[in-house]
């Protein structure tokens, strides 16, 4: 199958000087065959690019890569640039695949796109049934991908035709740098023209990537007198004078375009090619473009003249019928001027079903264009915005038109401009958007309209252009009579657009403000919400034990029937798990802030609530129903099309929760997908803060340091510190780093520093950040006795908090700085507690650690149990150095590994199974040992197995089982 692009109209005339090329062409098509003298093979797609300034062949080349690619019985799909028509979003992608899929029926088109269609549906130019959804570029982006990949595979191998890119739109030309490294993986050629000297700042990645793929481009050399000759003698016959052949290889400068269309005036003005002939000659030349040309079009007529005009005003795929009517010609008087500019080859019928008129060369349109005088210019383009709406053609194509009129405060234009914008949005285009919604705010709208607009137009440049979207805000809220629920909607984005601008202190300020002005009591409660979110998460904030008290006093009045209520519980949960309160007051806040559900695409609170409440559960040792919530909360951004900085932030945090359960391969496949969806999007900055942290934490528990401090260096981590809370905390992680690397000095500094802030905030839970437990590790060998005091102290506190992990954590630290034999009891209720827990990493550290604490008082049978358990559970964690230490701290004490005892499963045995149900039902472990006929410490070790494996404490036991998969029979 072949959709449509711009075919010559010389296609008789013989490509000359062009064998570099056309050899080239074959290859690539040969490569991309399925078989080879019959025999079956992988096709191989890749990239392919002819370049050269306007009229040197490359749409030639092109109409011959396409007969070729047909030959071989390869799909062809096909795009070009517009010059008038770059404003248009995603216009060269429609181009590719809209007629493909058009030419299914409903069901085979949903069946390809799958859940993926009314992501992309927009912008593809299809009919999308959630037309309020927004998706955000990445989403749309990933989804093309997925709808190109399935095209490939189903109607493969692809030939990709992309002419005229210097004028493509610069959301297609973002799509197709981003997509266009797969086709070597594919059965897909993306072959490209384009004029280099022409390419716009946004086609950087673009050119990066086919001028630096393996082969440069081809770039197209001028004819050669002696190419030139043989056109003209093709056209004129062998008697052409060499004289007159040379003076058209002068007046044409060699290219193609020019000596065609030259040759074949000369022909049929019954030229010889002599030298008398000359004169005539150079006037046929200049009427191929330039002022010779325009000559020629006055000579045809007014009426034919702004036939021309309209049509160059259209741009591509002309409408006759829209032509005449902006040209205000009846259809009688359009026939004739299409006829005569037939004629004259300025126009041609263009190729492929329901195709319109054409330039012959995109040269002669853009001669024709600038010459219309400025003001018909303007009124031809008002003309065609009205005709073009009229038509059903949408608002984007008509506002196309509008961005080059004068503002003039038409209602209408306004109206029309803010249709387009919000089809650019759910096309995820936001910076299509910016461009209209800026043009309506100059038009101007009516005054009741204007507050609106400009929160519109926040929304479009959020993304892009933060401290723009602030000053928008600012205005709306300026404007008079601002309807209550809109002012709260400005706000709310106003204090999002600040928070992104580092401006957290702002960002609170703004909310409390509106807490304190507003009348209506449910949107109050939402801005106190905001003034808290904010608050909080400000790493410089005065005075958050007094904020602590007010949101306490407040989440005690709320029964947490409203979704508001429920942010502030939540919010209520979050401050409670930091500042170290019983985890039950955490854990019974975050309850009632989930009762009647969190969404994570509200696009009026944001998701940094749900997502907090959701970690807590983290903290609270029971990071299973943890990870439930992010998995319901990544698949609602995913549905939405939220494939940016919200799906790079929910598979960081996802990988943060793996690592705290143990699972560090897992954790850091997430993280590193994390890290990777965030440096593809525009301003999320925030999710690389946290991606970077938790990876470097990855990476040292596998002993990996080089990496982490490579890692480190790469993104200024522990130089830079935002001023927004970021978790862990980056001063605890970087001071991790440090202490592996050495330099304990360095790391007291940090980590007291570090200290004093955290404890004027009084958030003093080491299980959120275990502060003291590294300070305590950093001033060990110098001041033994403050090490121990600070490993004391963080005990007491991870006691009152309740978590098995953090008292665990604190008590195997506060072993290490004690040493001797009295450290021996501290190790044992180390893991003790950590048994209790999910904490399989740092159950791992303590059971080795025990086990060399032992090995070195003389009780190496105890130390041989130790040190096996640890390293099998090492082994499991992907702790790769902490099981290296294992091994060697038995082969010191004269022992040797063991294989592995149980395998590396999620999955519960039947006896662990019944261990689990019967510890869920509250039976105290002697029950349970004596019904399974095993030890206490037996069963104690078996519900280790199961914490770990169903990833929760013995509270969460019930709740997760009933989620948690059978073992198959």
């Given at each position: 199958m072949v959709n449509g692009l711009r075919q010559p109209n010389s296609e008789h005339q013989p490509l000359l000087e062009r064998r570099r090329e056309l050899e080239?062409?074959?290859?690539?098509?040969?490569?991309?065959?399925?078989?080879?003298?019959?025999?079956?093979?992988?096709?191989?797609?890749?990239?392919?690019?002819?370049?050269?300034?306007?009229?040197?062949?490359?749409?030639?080349?092109?109409?011959?890569?396409?007969?070729?690619?047909?030959?071989?019985?390869?799909?062809?799909?096909?795009?070009?640039?517009?010059?008038?028509?770059?404003e248009l979003a995603f216009r060269v992608v429609r181009q590719l695949m809209q007629p493909t899929l058009a030419a299914m029926d409903e069901a085979t088109r949903r069946d390809l796109l799958g859940s993926w269609y009314d992501i992309v549906a927009t912008a593809l130019g299809l009919e999308a049934a959630g037309t309020a959804s927004v998706p955000d570029p990445t989403g749309v982006r990933d989804g093309l991908d997925w709808v190109m990949t399935r095209l490939t595979v189903k109607k493969g191998p692809i030939v990709l035709l992309l002419d005229d890119l210097q004028w493509a739109d610069a959301e297609s030309l973002g799509w197709l740098a981003s997509f266009a490294p797969r086709a070597a993986d594919l059965p897909l050629l993306i072959i490209a023209a384009y004029r280099p000297d022409e390419l716009p700042l946004e086609a950087a990645a673009f050119r990066a990537l086919f001028e630096g793929h393996g082969t440069r481009p081809y770039a197209l050399a001028p004819l050669?007198?002696?190419?030139?000759?043989?056109?003209?003698?093709?056209?004129?016959?062998?008697?052409?004078?060499?004289?007159?052949?040379?003076?058209?290889?002068?007046?044409?400068?060699?290219?193609?375009?020019?000596?065609?269309?030259?040759?074949?005036?000369?022909?049929?003005?019954?030229?010889?090619?002599?030298?008398?002939?000359?004169?005539?000659?150079?006037?046929?030349?200049?009427?191929?473009?330039?002022?010779?040309?325009?000559?020629?079009?006055?000579?045809?007529?007014?009426?034919?003249?702004?036939?021309?005009?309209?049509?160059?005003?259209?741009?591509?795929?002309?409408?006759?019928?829209?032509?005449?009517?902006?040209?205000?010609?009846?259809?009688?008087?359009?026939?004739?001027?299409?006829?005569?500019?037939?004629?004259?080859?300025?126009?041609?019928?263009g190729t492929g079903p329901g195709a319109g008129l054409e330039f012959v060369h995109p040269l002669i349109a853009t001669t024709i264009y600038r010459a219309i005088p400025p003001h018909l210019r303007v009124g031809l383009h008002n003309a065609a915005a009205v005709a073009v709406r009229a038509a059903g053609l949408g608002p984007t194509a008509a506002a196309r038109h509008l961005l080059e009129v004068p503002a003039e405060g038409n209602a209408q234009a306004v109206s029309c401009l803010r249709d387009a914008a919000r089809e650019y949005l759910r096309a995820g285009a936001p910076e299509a958007a910016r461009r209209v919604l800026t043009r309506a705010l100059q038009e101007p709208p009516l005054p009741d309209e204007r507050a609106e607009l400009l929160n519109e137009l926040a929304s479009s440049t959020f993304l892009m252009d933060p401290a723009s979207t602030v000053n928008h805000l600012r205005e709306a809220l300026a404007e008079p009579g601002v309807a209550p629920e809109l002012h709260a909607s400005i706000v709310y984005r106003l204090t999002q657009a600040l928070a992104h601008t580092d401006q957290m202190a702002e960002a609170a300020a703004v909310a409390e403000q509106e807490a304190r002005q507003t009348p209506n009591a449910r949107i109050r409660l939402r801005m106190q919400?905001?003034?808290?979110?904010?608050?909080?998460?400000?790493?410089?904030?005065?005075?958050?034990?007094?904020?602590?008290?007010?949101?306490?006093?407040?989440?005690?009045?709320?029964?947490?029937?409203?979704?508001?209520?429920?942010?502030?519980?939540?919010?209520?949960?979050?401050?409670?798990?930091?500042?170290?309160?019983?985890?039950?007051?955490?854990?019974?806040?975050?309850?009632?802030?989930?009762?009647?559900?969190?969404?994570?695409?509200?696009?009026?609170?944001?998701?940094?609530?749900?997502?907090?409440?959701?970690?807590?559960?983290?903290?609270?040792?029971?990071?299973?129903?943890?990870?439930?919530?992010?998995?319901?909360?990544?698949?609602?951004?995913?549905?939405?099309?939220?494939?940016?900085?919200?799906?790079?932030?929910?598979?960081?945090?996802?990988?943060?929760?793996?690592?705290?359960?143990?699972?560090?391969?897992?954790?850091?496949?997430?993280?590193?997908?994390?890290?990777?969806?965030?440096?593809?999007?525009?301003?999320?900055?925030?999710?690389?803060?946290?991606?970077?942290?938790?990876?470097?934490?990855?990476?040292?528990?596998?002993?990996?340091?080089?990496?982490?401090?490579?890692?480190?260096?790469?993104?200024?981590?522990?130089?830079?510190?935002?001023?927004a809370v970021i978790y862990p905390d980056p001063r605890t992680v970087y001071s991790e780093l440090l202490l592996a690397e050495g330099r304990h000095v360095e790391a007291e500094h940090v980590l007291t520093t570090l200290g004093e802030r955290l404890e004027a905030r009084a958030w003093r839970n080491p299980a959120w950040c275990p502060w003291q437990l590294n300070l305590a590790n950093s001033v060990a060998s110098k001041a033994p006795e403050r090490a121990v005091r600070l490993a004391r102290d963080?005990?007491?506190?991870?006691?009152?908090?309740?978590?098995?992990?953090?008292?665990?954590?604190?008590?195997?630290?506060?072993?290490?700085?004690?040493?001797?034999?009295?450290?021996?009891?501290?190790?044992?209720?180390?893991?003790?507690?950590?048994?209790?827990?999910?904490?399989?990493?740092?159950?791992?550290?303590?059971?080795?650690?025990?086990?060399?604490?032992?090995?070195?008082?003389?009780?190496?049978?105890?130390?041989?149990?130790?040190?096996?358990?640890?390293?099998?559970?090492?082994?499991?964690?992907?702790?790769?150095?902490?099981?290296?230490?294992?091994?060697?701290?038995?082969?010191?004490?004269?022992?040797?590994?063991?294989?592995?005892?149980?395998?590396?499963?999620?999955?519960?045995?039947?006896?662990?199974?019944?261990?689990?149900?019967?510890?869920?039902?509250?039976?105290?472990?002697?029950v349970v040992a004596k019904e399974l006929r095993l030890t206490e410490q037996g069963v104690r070790q078996l519900l280790s197995l199961v914490f770990r494996k169903v990833g929760t404490d013995a509270a969460g036991l019930a709740r997760a089982l009933e989620t948690f998969p059978r073992q198959r029979s």
């Open positions: 080239a062409l074959d290859s690539a098509l040969t490569k991309l065959s399925d078989t080879v003298d019959g025999a079956p093979r992988t096709p191989q797609g890749g990239l392919l690019a002819f370049t050269g300034s306007g009229g040197l062949g490359k749409t030639t080349l092109m109409a011959q890569a396409r007969t070729r690619a047909v030959a071989h019985g390869f799909t062809v799909l096909s795009g070009m640039g517009g010059e008038s028509e770059q050669t007198a002696t190419a030139v000759a043989r056109i003209v003698r093709h056209e004129l016959g062998d008697g052409a004078e060499d004289m007159f052949c040379d003076e058209c290889w002068t007046v044409t400068g060699g290219s193609p375009f020019e000596t065609v269309e030259l040759a074949i005036r000369l022909g049929e003005h019954g030229l010889k090619g002599t030298h008398d002939e000359l004169p005539a000659m150079r006037n046929l030349a200049s009427a191929v473009k330039g002022p010779g040309l325009l000559d020629q079009l006055t000579r045809l007529g007014t009426t034919t003249v702004r036939f021309a005009w309209a049509a160059a005003v259209l741009g591509t795929s002309i409408s006759p019928e829209l032509a005449a009517s902006i040209a205000v010609i009846g259809s009688e008087q359009a026939t004739v001027a299409t006829e005569q500019l037939r004629a004259h080859r300025i126009l041609a019928q919400a905001d003034h808290f979110v904010w608050s909080m998460f400000r790493a410089d904030e005065p005075d958050s034990p007094a904020r602590s008290r007010r949101l306490t006093k407040l989440a005690r009045q709320l029964p947490g029937r409203g979704l508001e209520e429920r942010y502030l519980l939540g919010l209520r949960a979050w401050d409670a798990l930091v500042r170290g309160e019983p985890r039950q007051n955490v854990l019974g806040a975050a309850e009632d802030a989930l009762r009647g559900g969190m969404s994570w695409t509200d696009e009026n609170r944001g998701f940094e609530v749900p997502v907090s409440v959701a970690l807590t559960f983290m903290y609270c040792d029971q990071p299973h129903r943890a990870e439930e919530l992010f998995a319901k909360g990544i698949a609602e951004c995913v549905a939405k099309g939220w494939r940016g900085s919200h799906l790079a932030l929910g598979n960081t945090l996802s990988g943060y929760i793996r690592y705290r359960r143990g699972c560090l391969a897992e954790a850091e496949d997430l993280v590193r997908d994390g890290l990777r969806i965030a440096e593809k999007v525009e301003g999320a900055v925030p999710a690389q803060w946290f991606a970077i942290g938790i990876l470097i934490q990855i990476l040292l528990a596998r002993g990996r340091i080089t990496d982490a401090r490579a890692l480190a260096d790469e993104y200024h981590y522990g130089d830079v510190v935002p001023n963080a005990v007491k506190r991870a006691r009152d908090f309740g978590a098995a992990s953090a008292i665990g954590q604190a008590l195997h630290t506060e072993a290490e700085v004690t040493g001797g034999t009295a450290a021996l009891d501290l190790y044992a209720e180390a893991v003790s507690e950590l048994q209790r827990s999910p904490a399989a990493y740092e159950l791992a550290r303590a059971l080795v650690g025990h086990g060399a604490a032992l090995s070195r008082n003389d009780r190496v049978q105890e130390a041989a149990d130790r040190l096996y358990q640890g390293l099998e559970c090492a082994v499991h964690c992907g702790a790769e150095a902490l099981a290296t230490r294992a091994r060697d701290e038995l082969s010191a004490a004269g022992l040797r590994p063991l294989p592995l005892r149980y395998s590396q499963t999620d999955t519960l045995t039947a006896q662990e199974r019944r261990a689990a149900e019967m510890t869920a039902l509250g039976k105290p472990v002697a």
